[in-house]
Nanobody
Framework: QVQLVESGGGLVQPGGSLRLSCAAS????????MAWYRQAPGKQRDVVAV???????NYSDSVKGRFTISRDNAKSTVYLQMNSLKPEDTAVYYC???????WGQGTQVTVSS
């Protein structure tokens, strides 16, 4: 089972920025498509951003232009840079190895003044 550990969440004011990190065991990040999902209270878990093993990226319409997904294969880590944060971005953010059962434990992001 792949181990995924997220970090970087917290409380930030609207318009602020955060960078989430997802450290993965082994060569997970370099050989798999990786994704960030989020789940707000009472809502389903939705995909936010995807980075393929070839380096292609894709974003949900709600975060396009504000969030950037990237990875560092040497560190086996995936990042989510979140800028211009809005209250509606408040959620638990999860790292996921696409097409697998591997999920991180989640990190809380709260955007509030």
């Amino acid at each position: 089972q792949v181990q995924l550990v997220e970090s970087g969440g917290g409380l930030v004011q609207p318009g602020g920025s955060l960078r989430l990190s997802c450290a993965a065991s082994g060569r997970t990040v370099s050989v798999n498509d990786m994704a960030w999902y989020r789940q707000a209270p009472g809502k389903q878990r939705d995909v936010v951003a995807v980075i393929t093993s070839g380096g292609g990226t894709n974003y949900s319409d709600s975060v396009k232009g504000r969030f950037t997904i990237s990875r560092d294969n040497a560190k086996s880590t995936v990042y989510l840079q979140m800028n211009s944060l809005k209250p509606e971005d408040t959620a638990v953010y999860y790292c996921h190895v696409r097409f697998s059962a591997s999920w991180g434990q989640g990190t809380q992001v709260t955007v509030s003044s």
